[in-house]
């Protein structure tokens, strides 16, 4: 495809997310098209040459024949990724410059036609015995996957000439910013030490480490954050609920000041539709304190009518109506 083709292309579909990196021109995250592959395989291939366990697989001394090996290898790697998962490219102007890849929640692994796919650009124009290597090799990466939900990690490289000018950083805001959005647990593997502390920045400890084909290897994942607002909506959304289920537990009316308190609760954190599991919630022992230190005969008379139950009496409990009474 020609570059002004390109360009049109990428402003047609709109543009991702844009990261100002220092004086060069800024970085914009997009999601690659099936026609980009073959270019992000290009990229992959360069960026992840010097990797560890990549030229301990592929045993191929010159770096420009295993460049193209891993070329060969992320072509139909990428296929499989571009049909379960996310393909996140970074550009710079109509230039791809960095490629993340990550797979959804349960599917991980890739199929059986997938793995025969893949098979010819591993057996054919290389060395014998990596098939070999390189099955062992994944095979210890995916008998370490977790089992609990998680999108995967991975492959992730920029362009070989490139490094250290913030475009992995990006990269990595971007997918720490989508998995906190999804609430999802993020896993990766790395056979570079220097990866291991970028990767940290970013909130991933190492939970495990090994070493495969003689070369150390760190596992690492990273658990979604919930931004200090969702935790104030989460928490007033709780007072609300152990208000609901103690009045509908003990069928009785609550004092007028924890009604009202309640639904400014519902009103500030948009919790109201959170009533179908109130049941779910634990803190249910007794209802919120009077707010006012002092309080006047006027109000006491007033909460004790309140508190009172005439026989015959009984509180329904209906979202928009909370504590109405309803006569038997």
């Given at each position: 495809m020609k570059t002004s083709t390109i360009a049109e292309n990428r402003v047609l579909r709109g543009w991702g997310n844009y990261f100002q990196t220092g004086t060069l021109p800024p970085l914009t995250l997009l999601q690659l098209q099936r026609s980009e592959l073959p270019e992000a395989a290009r990229l992959l291939g360069r960026g992840m040459c010097d990797n560890p366990a990549n030229i301990r697989a592929f045993g191929i001394p010159d770096a420009e024949r295993r460049s193209q090996a891993l070329v060969r290898?992320?072509?139909?790697?990428l296929c499989g990724l571009y049909q379960r998962g996310l393909i996140r490219g970074a550009f710079r102007e109509v230039t791809l410059v960095g490629v993340c890849g990550m797979v959804r929640s349960g599917l991980c692994q890739p199929s059986a036609l997938e793995k025969l796919r893949v098979v010819p650009s591993v057996a054919f124009g290389n060395p014998v015995g990596t098939s070999l290597w390189v099955l062992r090799w994944v095979g210890?990466?995916?008998?370490?996957?977790?089992?609990?939900?998680?999108?995967?990690?991975?492959?992730?490289?920029?362009?070989?000439?490139?490094h250290g000018q913030g475009i992995g950083g990006a990269m990595?805001?971007?997918?720490?910013?989508?998995?906190?959005?999804?609430?999802?647990?993020?896993?990766?593997e790395t056979?570079?030490?220097?990866?291991?502390?970028f990767y940290q920045?970013?909130?991933?400890p190492v939970i495990a480490e090994a070493e495969i084909l003689g070369i150390p290897n760190w596992f690492m994942s990273r658990s979604p954050r919930i931004s200090s607002q969702d935790s104030v909506n989460q928490a007033d959304g709780g007072v609300l609920l152990s208000i609901r289920f103690f009045a509908r537990?003990?069928?009785?009316?609550?004092?007028r000041y924890a009604r009202d308190d309640c639904h400014s609760v519902a009103e500030r954190s948009g919790a109201k539709n959170l009533l179908l599991v109130a049941a779910s919630w634990p803190r249910c022992e007794k209802i919120p304190q009077e707010p006012h230190k002092t309080k006047t005969r006027r109000h006491r008379k007033k909460e004790k009518d309140f508190g009172s139950k005439r026989p015959g009496t009984n509180v329904i409990q209906q979202p928009g109506h909370f504590g109405d009474k309803v006569e038997h």
């Open positions: 290898l992320f072509g139909p790697v210890e990466w995916v008998r370490r996957d977790p089992a609990e939900p998680h999108w995967h990690l991975g492959p992730v490289a920029v362009d070989s000439h490139l990595l805001v971007d997918l720490c910013a989508r998995m906190d959005d999804e609430r999802a647990l993020a896993y990766l056979d570079k030490s220097e990866n291991v502390r920045k970013f909130g991933f537990r003990e069928e009785k009316q609550i004092p």
